[in-house]
Structures are given as structure tokens and as C-alpha cells.
């Protein structure tokens, strides 16, 4: 059970307790405020919060969205009353030494020994971190990343002026090496980007079997994990995913994890993580206003971002001492959503009436109503997406585009009458998923028929 107003008391006092041991001071009238007004707006601020999905519930099964864990709350409602900055270690010690803490517990979840890393604002600034640096030590080549990869990278790429090359998928939507290797033939890249956990499908890129290109071809590897880096977790003994790419990512020279996608906490907490300490050398640069009183490498000078909140690295400490990065631990989170969505792909397979898409890799389900032609899938699945968000019995699922090619070849039957079509999607990033699959399924089944 989670007592999270306790906490949050606790907090309050604590906070209250240090502030109360520095001089007394007179408020200054600005900071009042008129009880009925707030009263009036806050009432308004929580009516128009009703207006959201609800992420929360097992019955929303659609994107990758869920509220942060109690203890995240706890931890970051805290931290923020004292408002720490980890740009600096004058702006936030006791968080700044938190981060890298918590930055040390990923670290060792994926393997890496000696290391170097940061908690960015999320997914998107931490892989632009990583491109940055392969920019650097891979100065005038390129970087390759395969087509299903998230959209960020060849935005990134765009904005650091490095070519970007998007590389062919196989029939799973995992990076198809031989097409990779003739890209690398003609010498041009210097950085492959494998993703583990795709996030349409969650698919994993075989990481295990690109180690060799680096050898053969001299390039740097990074991991994308933003969505897929804490299945790590279920890669060890008794392995509930493929354990082979998870394994490899510690021979990887950089990867990036999300903490706010499936490490329990609230947005803006994303993670960047180098292998080789030394990629520091390309972030030096002076600061004349923000590092006095410690000879220690600051958390901002190996940061593409300057203002970073204290709070956001408090959140992920706490939540790490609490339910620690082990199989036990988060593990039994991801562990749940993974078995649901096996379980839900059993069902989809002997569905009469529901195809399911692809063999999920991780906790991403995606399916469609049976049916000829292209165009069919697509009118069923639109009907069905918008249908079952009304009540009385309401279940919230997400939508995912596929081209003509992906369909036909997981599923030849189909007739391509045009070339896309939507298809149902379903994130299962919550434990109690695994109690509601059967029920989503029979009312999915129900709504598709
Ligand atoms: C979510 C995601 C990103 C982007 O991360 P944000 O935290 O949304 O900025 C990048 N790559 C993958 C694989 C993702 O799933």
C-alpha cells in the first residue's frame, strides 16, 4: 500500500524544519495571495483535469503513458519545495551527488563499469547528447539508424549537420544488418544507432550480432533504450525477452534510457550514459558565473542543457533505493506488462475475429480486425479506436500506421488496395495490465466482430 498525502506531509515538514532553522525573515506582501481566488482558480485547474484520458487505469491501454509512481511523487514534491538546480553543485549537492547515484544504478543495470552520464529533460535531448558526441569523435561521417527508429534521430541529425541514413528493416522491424553492412562498405558512417524497443512496436535491433561491425568497420554504437532500457531487467537468469541484445549493450559506447517512460517517473527524466569517461573532453567549455566552490567535474559541464532540476534527480534516487533496479525490484513491474502482452498474443492468435500484427518483443501489442483488403483494416480499425473509448465500458487504445510492405509481408493474405493502413496498438506499461488482458480482449473482439 502507498501512503502517498503521508508523505508528501513528511515532506512538507521536513522542508518546513530546515527553513525554520536559518533567521527569521518578514514575507513580503507580494507572495500573498487572495484565498478565494486561488480557491476559484484551483477549483477550475482540477475541473479541466478531468479533461484526460485515463492513463492510470489498466483499461487504458493505448500510448506510452502512465502516472509516475507514488514514491517519484514523494521524492520530486520534495526536492522541488527547495527547488534545486544540478546544472552546478553550488545550484543542488545533495541532488547533484543523487544523480549521479542514480546515474550509477543505470549504469550498472546495463552493464557499463566506468562510465559517464546525466539525467537530461528526456529521450530526445539525451540522444541528441549521444549523436553529439559521436559527432565529435567521428568527425565528417554519418549516422545510421534503422527506418522504424523514433523520428528524433534524423531530426538530431538534421539540427548537428551530420548525414543521416536511414537503414531497412527486416520482417520483425529490427535493423537489417546486411543492409547496414552495405551501407558501411561505403564508408561514410561513423555512428549505428540500434534501438532497443522500437517505439511502434517495441522491437529490438540485434545488437549482439552488430558488435562485430564495430570491429570490423570502426564505428561507434549507440543504443537508443529510451522506451526498451529497464527490460534489461528481464534479460537475466529465467530470461522473459531475448537476452542476447540486452547483454550486449555494456560493449555499446553509449545508451539512453528513459526513467519517464518505464522507470516510474514523472516527465522530464531522461538519461544519457557514455562507456568511455573521456567523451567529457567535448563538452569543456568556461563558465564565468557558475562553478566556485568545488574542483569536482560539474554536472553541468557535461551537459548540453544548463538549468536542470534537482527534483527530477531526488525523484529517481528515492524511487531506486525503494524499488531497486533488480529482477525483484522494477523488474516485477516490466515483468507483469511483458506477460500480458504474451498472454494477449495468445489470444489474438486464436481470435476469430482480431489478427494480431507482430509477435511482440517486449509489452507492445499490436493487432487488427480481421479483414481482406487494406482499406477494411483500416475503416475497422478507425471505427474500433473511436468506438471503444464510449461508455458505459470504455477501453482506450492508440493507433499505429503501417505501410503496405509491412502488412503484406507478416500477412500475405491481405490485399494491398492502397498503401497504409492504421492498426490497433496497445502500450501495457502497467502491472495490473496483466489482470485486465482478457476483459480488453473480449471487448476489443466484441466492438470488432
Ligand atoms: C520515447 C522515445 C524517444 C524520445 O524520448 P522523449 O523522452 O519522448 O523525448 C526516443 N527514442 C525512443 C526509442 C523512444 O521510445
Known sequence: ????????????????????????????PAQRVDPDRFQAAFTELTERLTDNYPYFHPDYAGQMLKPPHPVAVAGYLTAMLVNPNNHALDGGPATARMEVEAIAALAGMVGFGEHLGHLTGGGTVANL?????????????????SAQAHYTHARMCHLLGVPAHPVAVDAAGRMDLDALTDLLDTGTVGTVVLTAGTTGLGAVDPIHDALALRERYGVRLHVDAAYGGFFTLLAGDDPLVDPRPWRAIAHCDSVVIDPHKHGLQPYGCGAVLFADPTVERFYRHDSPYTYFTDGDLHLGEISLECSRPGAVAAALWLTLQVIP??????????????????????????????????????????????????S????????????????????????LTAT???????????????DRARLLRSVLMKPESLSRVERLHQRIEDLAA
Open 129 to 145: 547528447e549521444a549523436l553529439f558526441v559521436a559527432r565529435e569523435s567521428h568527425p565528417g561521417l554519418g549516422v545510421a539508424f
Open 404 to 418: 503496405a510492405a509491412d502488412l503484406t509481408r507478416r500477412h500475405p493474405a491481405l490485399v494491398a488496395d492502397r
Open 1 to 28: 500500500m502507498t501512503d502517498l498525502a503521508g508523505w508528501l506531509g513528511q515532506g512538507l515538514d521536513a522542508v518546513h524544519r530546515w527553513q525554520r532553522g536559518f533567521a527569521d525573515y518578514p514575507e513580503h
Open 325 to 374: 533496479p533488480t529482477r525483484e525490484g522494477l523488474g516485477e513491474f516490466l515483468a507483469a506488462g511483458r506477460r500480458a502482452a504474451l498472454t494477449w498474443a495468445d489470444l489474438l492468435e486464436k481470435s476469430p475475429v482480431l489478427d494480431l500484427h507482430q509477435t511482440p518483443e517486449l509489452d507492445i501489442v499490436t493487432y487488427f480486425p480481421r479483414r481482406d483488403t487494406l
Open 376 to 399: 477494411a483494416v483500416d475503416a475497422a480499425t478507425a471505427r474500433v479506436f473511436t468506438e471503444s473509448m464510449r461508455a458505459p465500458d470504455p477501453v482506450f487504445l492508440s493507433v
